[in-house]
Nanobody, 112 residues
Framework: QVQLVESGGGLVQPGGSLRLSCATSGSILSNWRMDWYRQAPGKEREWVASITNVGNTNFAESVKGRFTISRDIVKNTIYLQMNSLKPEDTAVYYC??????WGRGTQVTVSS
């Protein structure tokens, strides 16, 4: 069974950057689309970004131009580079392999 492990979260000031990683347990990146989601306190989980099995990317409007998603097939890892972070980006960020596999999440807090 595929397992996903996120890392890289933390506390950062507004305008700062973080890079999240999602390590997968198998060689799935060549065959599966991978997503990042996030869930802020008191809010529903929302989609953030996707990267397809051929490397095409898509982003939510709220992060477009600030976040990038990438992958390293050799390392079986996907990344979410987050720049120009805002307090409203504060959330638990989850890696997702559709349709049912989720990581446990990593906390990102943007605060001065």
């Amino acid at each position: 069974q595929v397992q996903l492990v996120e890392s890289g979260g933390g506390l950062v000031q507004p305008g700062g950057s973080l890079r999240l990683s999602c390590a997968t347990s198998g060689s799935i990146l060549s065959n599966w689309r991978m997503d990042w989601y996030r869930q802020a306190p008191g809010k529903e989980r929302e989609w953030v970004a996707s990267i397809t099995n051929v490397g095409n990317t898509n982003f939510a409007e709220s992060v477009k131009g600030r976040f990038t998603i990438s992958r390293d097939i050799v390392k079986n890892t996907i990344y979410l580079q987050m720049n120009s972070l805002k307090p409203e980006d504060t959330a638990v960020y989850y890696c997702h392999a559709p349709p049912r596999v989720w990581g446990r999440g990593t906390q990102v807090t943007v605060s001065s």
